[in-house]
């Protein structure tokens, strides 16, 4: 069948209408510069677009600061790329971060559709929501988030309207140094408190070590541990006076450094006394701790040589004052003078008897009464002249 040229017109204006639906339907595709409906005509499309018109505009500044877009946010502190859907949903990533989205626009061909106005910057702006102001079914856009990670709000692309909604973000627990306790504590991320707490737990975690300047043990976080400052082995703060073994003097070290080889804790093992050794009975130098009643006398006295007599063979000898003190010796030195002899006594003149005839026995009985009776004869006659001379 053959086509009029009525018919063929048509036919093209269908497929341009087909066309142009197809343009419509994919807005993020090809943007419509359109400054009736538009609060920036031809949008934002680009990051330094949307620097420009906000640096560049007060009335878009201020319309922006109004939705709580600032300075920090437009040179892209917490902003990431999106979508926000003619449903009301804004997705980041693949997450809906926020749903009953709101907008607005310069003016409105449907102003029963608009749930009311906002004048800012001297401007009055239509408000909708996306639902009522969306012609196509979603649109890219700006997206920010505080630091917890919370929607906050989104810039349209293709036509620079202000985007607002219900953030779905609900706080997550998170660990804190709480400043106050110095304790790691579980809170929810709308709770943080900068002057309270710390996301930082190392400002919590606390450690004692050896101030290696002042030898002192202190206190501080771990954070801020520096070796050439600190000692993770507080032994190194820990000093101890001892006995040098080797020199015999008292001296301080490391309590890590102590051995008992080299040294004591004992200060008595430093300490030497002068003692009479009591078995040779010589002055001798002693450690304190070796000091024995027995073997030694702290009395040197005790020591001095002293001359007493031993009375068991009556014999002076020289022995130590300590052992003089012994019974079988005494300082009495009589003791042991030798005894004199006695003299031998005169024998007394027998006195005279009469003569008995001799048994005559033979010739040895009669020489002896011979010689016996010789010896009474001169007694006799001595005796008689002693008479005569008185």
Known sequence: MKLSIKNLAIV????AAIAGGIWLAKPSEASVCDGWINVITCGTPSHQDLKNVYYGRNDIKALYQWNNINDAMIEGKGMKNGTVYKDGRIVVDGQVVATNAKTVQRNTRYPGSSYGRETVGGHSFYKFTTQNSFVYNQFDAF???DENGKFIAAIIKDCGNPVWGDATWKPKDIQVCDLTSKKIITIKENEFNSSKHSKDINDCKEIKVCDLTSKQIVTIKEKEFNSKKHSKDINDCKEIQVCDLSTDTIITIKEKEFDSKKHSKNFADCNKVKVCELETGNIITIKETEFDS????????????????????????????????????????????????????TPKTPTPSNPVELP??????????VVGLGGLTAAASAYIASRKRL
């Open 12 to 15: 093209g204006a269908v497929i």
């Open 143 to 145: 997206v920010w988030f």
């Open 294 to 345: 027995k073997k030694h006398s702290k009395n040197e006295a005790d020591c001095d040589k002293v001359k007493v007599c031993r009375i068991a063979d009556k014999k002076i000898v020289e022995v130590t004052r300590k052992e003089s003190s012994d019974s079988q010796y005494t300082t009495d030195m009589s003791k042991c003078e030798e005894t004199p002899a006695t003299p031998p006594e």
């Open 360 to 369: 005559k026995t033979g010739t040895g009985e009669v020489v002896a009464s």
